[in-house]
């Protein structure tokens, strides 16, 4: 059981990313998916997640108009793509599922991804 993120690099402000996540050994089903990402010197912040008990989309603030989440059930993977990126946008983001979508950010979570790092140069 695991996921595996993918994406991320070094790119300028205003410019586009997507990162994806892959799921081994379980499918998305009945879980809240979503990504979180830490920046350096600060704990984990959420930035998207779909809800298992509504079905909706949650974006963080400070990504609401930029990020879009996204799934393709058939390869049980998730993607987030990431539209004019910001240097604040910097850290490492990763993909986790938990029973809701408050749990994605926590220490202990059902499934966190590795993480893939994500840096934007001003």
């Known amino acids: 059981v695991q996921l595996q993120a993918s994406g991320g690099g070094l790119v300028q402000a205003g410019e586009s990313l997507r990162l994806s996540c892959a799921a081994s050994?379980?499918?998305?089903?009945?879980?809240?998916v979503g990504w979180v990402r830490q920046a350096p010197g600060k704990g984990r912040e959420g930035v998207v997640c779909i809800s298992s008990s509504d079905g909706l989309t949650y974006y963080g603030d400070s990504v609401k108009g930029r990020f879009t989440l996204s799934s393709d059930n058939t390869k049980n993977t998730l993607y987030l793509q990431m539209n004019n990126l910001k240097p604040e946008d910097t850290a490492v983001y990763y993909c986790?599922?938990?029973?809701?979508?408050?749990?994605?950010?926590?220490?202990?979570?059902?499934?966190r991804g590795q993480g893939t790092q994500v840096t934007v140069s001003s």
């Open positions: 050994g379980f499918t998305f089903d009945g879980y809240a």
């Open positions: 986790a599922v938990d029973s809701q979508c408050v749990g994605l950010a926590k220490e202990r979570v059902t499934v």
